[in-house]
C-alpha cells in the first residue's frame, strides 16, 4: 500500500504562482510513477490529467493547457513529487490529486484509470 498525502493548494490571484506538494508513504516501490491531475467544480466534470513523470524524472509528460506554466519534479530522498505552477489562470481552479503506480505504459500516463493510488487532494483556486 502506499499512501498520498498533498499539501500547498490555497487561493491566488491570476497570475500568481503555488506549489503543491505530494509526499508518499508505505510500498514506496509502488509510487515509481506520479501523475498530477485535476477536476474542476460543477456536474460532470471529469478528473483531467495535468502532468506526470517516472521514477528516474527522466521522461515527464504534460497536458497542452499546462505546458510551459507547470513543472513536475520529484525528490526521490524524500518521497515527495512536486509540482510548480506559475502564471495560473482562473480555469486552473480544481481540487489538484496526486496519483501514483507502479507500472505504466509510455502511452497511457494520462489515464486516471491506469494509477493503482491516490491522495486526497488539495483545492487550489485562481481569482480573476
Known amino acids: 500500500q502506499v499512501q498520498l498525502v498533498e499539501s500547498g493548494g490555497g487561493l491566488v490571484q491570476a497570475g500568481g504562482s503555488l506549489r503543491l506538494s505530494c509526499v508518499a508513504s508505505?510500498?514506496?516501490?509502488?509510487?515509481?510513477?506520479v501523475g498530477w491531475f485535476r477536476q474542476a467544480p460543477g456536474p460532470g466534470k471529469e478528473r483531467e490529467f495535468v502532468?506526470?513523470?517516472?521514477?528516474?524524472?527522466?521522461?515527464?509528460y504534460y497536458a497542452d493547457s499546462v505546458k510551459g506554466r507547470f513543472t513536475i519534479s520529484r525528490d526521490n530522498a524524500k518521497n515527495a513529487v512536486y509540482l510548480q505552477m506559475n502564471s495560473l489562470k482562473p480555469e486552473d481552479t480544481a481540487i489538484y490529486y496526486c496519483?501514483?503506480?507502479?507500472?505504466?505504459?509510455?502511452?497511457?500516463?494520462?489515464?486516471?484509470?491506469?494509477?493503482?493510488?491516490w491522495g486526497q487532494g488539495t483545492q487550489v483556486t485562481v481569482s480573476s
Open positions: 496519483a501514483a503506480a507502479a507500472l505504466i505504459a509510455p502511452d497511457r500516463y494520462a489515464s486516471a484509470s491506469d494509477y493503482d493510488y
Open positions: 508505505g510500498r514506496t516501490s509502488s509510487n515509481r510513477n
Open positions: 502532468a506526470a513523470l517516472r521514477w528516474s524524472a527522466t521522461y515527464t
